[in-house]
């Protein structure tokens, strides 16, 4: 295809950047034709590079963009589509921030009110949380004591894999790879695990599709884009103990016949991403890994964490959901078999593989409450003893599962944490996100975060969600101004309805799950 | 080629493999909505106002992509799938301005009920002024409901020109070519084959624009000449609408072997020499 551009140069600086990600280009040579095939298979770096562009020159220009277009073959329209759809990239000087101040439900909680406040940046254990991108700050993180799944969190070295193996790391790998395979796949199914990023699909099948998968190559992809508010379980991980997410990737390769892999760590996690980079790259010198594994950034879009949305964000698209079926254990990333698993999905292996495993999970407790931070706590352990571990005190009521979740009022705490008795009243685990409101907070605000996120964070493929997060944050809004009537619950249950029946993924067949069950059961919002 | 046999509303029907629901709704005669749905271009599933209640499915599947399986139990009108078109339907019409859909469009709303005023007055639109910005065809995104269509025709499944594309993100997504340049600037060749797949007026002929500004245009009275495109061998199908004795639109018709409803810049535009002869 012909590439048309007609936005001027880009400057030596902007060049640099792209060349840099893709080598410098081939000398000028009239006899010969560039781009092409060969061109148009880099595509999938088209997030790089404009990362590399918007790293080092603060913005995202025509002509830089232009000329990365050309060296990758990529019609501009097409390109022009997939920076504006992330709200990282900056298309005009001066836009591009570097210092994040959060706003989000947790944030807003405990007293947040910036001018320019972003969507939560999963840093609710320090609330309110601000991310300046050129100083990653080190993080604590609360720990509750006895845990299995952050047993070497804080006490390992993330920075040293001999630290690591000291600490029992490689154990897991080491007896994989005597056992082989198969057995492997026999232990993760029969440990029972439920998939830890929302959807509960149970891993030991999702690894035994997959290692069928006859098509190849299959690849595996580790879903690190947490971006539900509230949740942060996952960086806690990935920081204090990165060389374990890459022990638990090496085992899922070698066992699914992986040939390529990728780990997409959402773009307000520096220091994860830095320290994953470093414990792949130690991994795969000391012959501890098998296949190359690709740190992926996102680049501010919750959308990226739903799988498919995800796949087309590392292929260099706009990152919106695929039509399920097919799905990713046959028609995958780049159309290919793909194993994709949440963090803590992952991490869970090597204790079945070591002969630990115990049907815990983690949950990240927030809001107001003493201790905010993540917890291991065994599942069906009832709420309220969970709330009770954190310091909370009074309670208005309790989000469950972050902003897709649903609300937990006061006499309901006892219900048990797990995917039934959440089930029984309604609710849901979901990511694990628990966000705690005492006796003072405004739920009206916290409603309008809600609604407002969905909104914000919607990718604009389907009407139901285009159009009816868009709704439903003007209906809230003109209720919570006039006082609001019962035809207005009624048309927000009616939007809810159709979210959740035909939105193609699960944003939009989420999106009004929190917003439902709060004007169902808090008092205050009673019309 | 192998057949599966499902059911949908209860009559059983045979459908050929690979086929979708709505292929096997159409061969019953179960009339279907589909905005997003063109038989020449490749599903892209966007718009739901298809969707359909599959048993054993959670949540309600497109039927213009949903391919057929053996034993599938299909419902088309239950209140579900009627509450879930007629959302659609709304959400569309209190946001974009769909009073040049076609009849069919208007067929639908009234029999699924919908009331687009009743999310009231304040409701935000995608309302913006026409782009007018070369001689030949126009872009009025007031009526755009984003069903990614003129994107498609004008990529893999026509023309492979890509001079635009969906930019920016939720209610603020739109079809734009790269930094909303104008199109004379951009990539386009005036083919017109995004105008050919529009189904809401969003891209229209400058000649219709003009005519409807004026308050000429008069579709009661145009007549459509069936004929062959003059400029080269290939023999396309076109479709001359005329009114007054002039031509003031062409198509070509999905159905036609030769086109599939596309065409190029010549056959699509270049008709003024029939009208300059006469004068």
């Known amino acids: 295809m012909d590439i048309r551009t007609t936005g001027g140069p880009a400057t030596i600086e902007e060049m640099a950047a792209v060349d840099g990600v893709l080598g410098e280009p081939a000398p000028a040579d009239h006899r010969v034709v560039h781009g092409g095939r060969a061109a148009r298979s880099q595509r999938h770096m088209l997030l790089p590079i404009l990362h590399e562009i918007q790293d080092r020159v603060g913005w995202v220009s025509r002509g830089a963009l232009e000329y990365a277009c050309r060296r990758l073959s990529i019609p501009p329209a097409e390109a022009y589509g997939v920076v504006s759809f992330y ?31 972003v969507n939560c940046l999963g840093l609710c254990d320090r609330a309110p949380a601000t991310l300046d991108e050129k100083q990653a700050p080190e993080r604590a993180s609360v720990r509750y004591p006895g845990s299995r799944l952050l047993r070497r969190v804080g006490i390992v070295d993330p920075e040293s894999i001999d630290s690591y193996s000291e600490h029992g790391g490689f154990k897991a790998l080491r007896r994989a790879r005597e056992i082989g395979a198969e057995q492997v796949i026999r232990e993760v199914t029969e440990s029972k695990l439920l998939g830890r990023g929302g959807a509960a699909f149970p891993t030991g099948r999702k690894w035994e599709s997959v290692a069928k998968a006859e098509m190849h190559p299959h690849y595996l992809v580790c879903n690190a884009d947490e971006s539900e508010p509230g949740t942060f379980k996952d960086r806690v991980l990935m920081e204090g103990d990165p060389f374990a997410v890459v022990e638990a990737m090496a085992i899922a390769a070698m066992t699914t016949g992986c040939d390529r892999g990728y780990i997409y760590i959402r773009d307000e996690y520096p220091l994860a991403r830095n320290r994953i980079a470093h414990a792949i790259a130690q991994s795969r010198a000391a012959g501890l890994l098998d296949i190359d594994v690709e740190v992926r950034r996102g680049a501010g879009a919750y959308i990226c964490g739903e799988e498919t949305a995800l796949f087309n964000s590392i292929e260099g698209k706009r990152g919106e959901p695929r039509n399920k079926p097919p799905f990713p254990v046959e028609v995958g990333l780049f159309g290919r078999p793909t194993l994709v698993n949440n963090v803590e999905t992952l991490i869970n292996v090597l204790d079945i593989v070591n002969g630990e495993f115990a049907e815990t999970r983690l949950f990240c407790v927030s809001g107001q409450v003493k201790h905010p931070g993540v917890y291991d706590i065994p599942l069906s352990t009832p709420l309220r003893e969970l709330l009770e571990l954190a310091g909370a005190g009074s309670i208005q009521a309790v989000l469950l599962g972050g902003a897709a979740g649903s609300f937990v009022m006061p006499k309901q705490l006892d219900v048990p944490l797990s995917f039934e008795g959440t089930r029984a009243i309604g609710a849901t685990l979901g990511s694990g996100a628990v966000i705690v409101f005492d006796e003072t907070a405004d739920m009206k605000r916290a409603l309008m975060r809600i609604a407002r996120f969905f909104r914000d964070e919607s990718c604009g493929q389907c009407v139901p969600c285009r159009v009816g997060t868009k709704r439903q944050e003007e209906i809230l809004d003109r209720m919570f101004a006039n006082g609001g009537s019962q035809a207005d619950v009624a048309l927000l249950g009616d939007i809810a309805q159709a979210m959740r029946d035909a939105s193609i993924c699960g944003l939009g067949q989420t999106a009004a799950n929190a917003i439902a069950s709060g004007l169902q059961q808090l008092p205050v919002l009673n019309v | 080629m192998s057949e599966v046999a499902l059911t949908i ?164 997504s739109h079809i734009s070519t790269e930094f909303d340049t104008p199109l004379p600037d951009s990539a386009c060749v005036y083919c017109g084959n995004c105008i050919g797949v529009c189904p809401t007026g969003a891209l229209m002929f400058k000649s219709e624009h003009d005519m409807r500004a004026a308050g000429s245009w008069m579709e009661s009275q145009q007549t459509v000449t069936e004929t062959v495109c003059p400029y080269c061998g290939v023999g396309c199908m076109l479709e001359l609408h005329v009114q007054d004795n002039s031509i ?25 020499f029939v009208q300059k002869r006469r004068q």
């Not at chain 1, 210092?99 to 320019?116: F, K, N, T, Y």
């Not at chain 2, 859909?101 to 913006?128: L, N």
């Open chain 1, 87 to 117: 709200a990282r990239f900056a298309l005009e000087p001066g836009r591009a921030r570097t210092v994040h101040v959060c706003d989000d439900i947790v944030c807003q909680l405990v007293g947040a009110q910036p001018e320019h406040g």
């Open chain 2, 9 to 172: 509303d209860g009559r059983e029907v045979l459908a050929r493999k690979g086929t979708t629901i709505l292929d096997a709704c159409r061969r019953l005669g179960v009339d279907t909505p589909t905005l997003c749905q063109l038989d020449n271009l490749t599903p892209v599933n966007v718009c739901r106002v298809c969707v359909v209640e599959l048993e054993g499915a959670r949540v309600l599947v497109p039927a213009c992509s949903r391919k057929v399986e053996e034993g599938m139990k299909v419902a088309t009108d239950s209140e579900r799938v009627r509450h879930s078109r007629r959302l659609v339907l709304e959400l569309l019409a209190s946001s974009v301005d769909m009073s040049l859909t076609s009849r069919q469009v208007h067929g639908w709303m009234d029999r699924y009920g919908a009331e687009p005023s009743r999310f009231g007055p304040q409701a935000a639109t995608v309302s913006q002024p026409v782009k007018v910005d070369n001689d030949l065809y126009v872009r009025d995104y007031s009526r755009c409901i984003l069903c990614y269509k003129c994107v498609e025709a004008c990529g893999v499944d026509a023309q492979n020109t890509f001079a635009i594309a969906v930019a920016g993100r939720g209610f603020d």
């Open chain 2, 248 to 272: 003031v639109k062409v198509t070509s018709p999905l159905d036609s072997s030769v086109t599939s409803g596309h065409l190029c810049v010549k056959g699509r535009f270049g008709f003024q």
